[in-house]
């Protein structure tokens, strides 16, 4: 024969201990009360004294009886709530249960979001480190371009001597009053671009390099102190735009003089 199921959680114990507790209080109950009635003497061979002693005792018994009728309350209120309601405890359980789910279940998605977090700081930290590596390297350059500007500052002319063939070289002056933008074949400006603000500045110069193509002309950028600000930014978007360049510098104050003839 199958073995007969039987619930995980058994009342049996508490309810003989329960029982045999209610058995205990009652015998108690009893005794006392026979003991009060073969001890009550005859009031007519009583002292004042003794009947004043008995009367003590008298009230001492009804107030323990009173405390044993509550305590014997007490615990039937407690059999009765385990006695009618068995599955309780496993309806408690249940939840716990499916509570601890749920908080394990919190717990690994909080661990994940952790680990994301984690991932997003380390990749943040190697962000910064080559954009600290970029800053620096700029800043070196910055730095050779002005050591190389304070060594050209001794120089009254510069002469530049355009190729002939090839891509066509259009010279930009950049100035920090204004940027003119210098013909290769007649050295003249053809156009300028007037101080305003920075970003303003350079939006007009690429407008007006977009027109140009960078498969048949290339610029000649001469650098000055003033516009050592600008010129990184600069330099960075022609290059995106295709465009092929040659940098020089000049003095703020250094006189560009050219000349016509082969090679540079």
Known sequence: ??????SPITLFSFQDILTSLMGVVFLIVLLLSLRLVHQIPSVSGLSREEAVKLNQEIQTMEIEIQVLEKQLEHWRQKAA??????????????QLSQQREYLLTQLLAEKKHLEELIHQSETL?????????????????IDQLQNQLAEKKT??????????GGKKPWLVDLGAAAWQVISPETFQT????????????????????????????????????GALEAYDDLRSRLENAGFELGIDLLGENQKLGFTKGQGL
């Open 155 to 164: 120089t009254v002319n510069f002469h530049f001597h355009p190729a002939s």
């Open 1 to 6: 024969m199958p073995k007969r199921q039987t």
């Open 190 to 225: 053809i156009q300028t671009f007037p101080q305003t603000p920075q970003s303003k500045r350079i939006s007009l110069f690429l407008q007006w390099a977009r027109t140009r193509d960078p498969r048949r002309e290339y610029f000649v950028l001469f650098v000055r102190p």
């Open 125 to 141: 930290e190697r962000e910064l480190q080559r954009f600290a590596e970029l800053r620096k390297k700029r800043l070196e350059e």
């Open 81 to 94: 709530q385990f006695l009618a309601s068995p599955l309780k405890l496993q309806d408690d359980q249940r």
